[in-house]
T-cell receptor, first 115, second 111 residues
Framework: EAAVTQSPRNKVAVTGGKVTLSCNQTNNHNNMYWYRQDTGHGLRLIHYSYGAGSTEKGDIPDGYKASRPSQENFSLILELATPSQTSVYFC??????????????FGAGTRLSVL | GNSVTQMQGQVTLSEEEFLFINCTYSTTGYPTLFWYVQYPGEGPQLLLKVTTANNKGSSRGFEATYDKGTTSFHLQKASVQESDSAVYYCVLGNSGTYQRFGTGTKLQVVP
């Protein structure tokens, strides 16, 4: 069954530490996305990718890097984690080229706490 | 730029009551408007989408309509059930850019 799988599901990190969130999709979609979800802000786009080797900045990229080594995998990297990055992170894959065509398929989320 | 505004942060209804959630948007051209639903502990999933070609969409008893004149779109359901309790997101999609999510409306349906 096609799916988007995120790991880990829960993570506690220390301030200043490096955190890597991983995402794997079996949908064979070109586009992948990383969002964070916070009360009062909804879902905000951090980075996205059109395919292997590509990464693009979304609306809130500061403090985050992304890596897309293959069609299936897309990682979000926090080089120096801060408490303000405590949030729930969602990965998604999309089946269209642009926002008017895309249906997004989300993973179950990663809850990150930075202490 | 492209943006979407969802003013209702939380809605509480009794079972069998009528649901109405409204969003407004700002963009150019001919957008597609989506509604996603997120159940507790899960990621969002597509509920339905509306294009300028049809102005309406329906799924699982929900209906969405789109009014280009007032740049608004809304989600409604005639009779909600407790199982409809979830967060509902309106989403703006347009050609040449990625989708924008509203801030979400948490629906709580009480028996």
């Amino acid at each position: 069954e096609a799916a988007v799988t995120q790991s880990p599901r829960n993570k506690v990190a220390v301030t200043g530490g490096k955190v890597t969130l991983s995402c794997n999709q079996t949908n064979n979609h070109n586009n992948m996305y990383w969002y964070r979800q916070d009360t009062g802000h909804g879902l905000r786009l951090i980075h996205y990718s059109y395919g292997a080797g590509s990464t693009e900045k979304g609306d809130i990229p500061d403090g985050y890097k992304a890596s897309r080594p293959s069609q299936e995998n897309f990682s979000l990297i926090l080089e120096l984690a801060t408490p303000s990055q405590t949030s729930v992170y969602f990965c998604a894959s999309g089946d269209g080229s642009w926002g008017d065509q895309n249906t997004l398929y989300f993973g179950a989320g990663t809850r990150l706490s930075v202490l | 730029g492209n943006s979407v505004t969802q003013m209702q942060g939380q809605v509480t209804l009794s079972e069998e009551e009528f649901l109405f959630i409204n969003c407004t948007y700002s963009t150019t051209g001919y957008p597609t408007l989506f509604w996603y639903v997120q159940y507790p502990g899960e990621g969002p999933q597509l509920l339905l989408k509306v294009t300028t070609a049809n102005n309406k969409g329906s799924s699982r008893g929900f209906e969405a309509t789109y009014d280009k004149g007032t740049t608004s779109f809304h989600l409604q359901k005639a009779s909600v059930q407790e199982s409809d309790s979830a967060v509902y997101y309106c989403v703006l999609g347009n050609s040449g850019t990625y989708q924008r999510f509203g801030t979400g409306t948490k629906l709580q349906v009480v028996p």
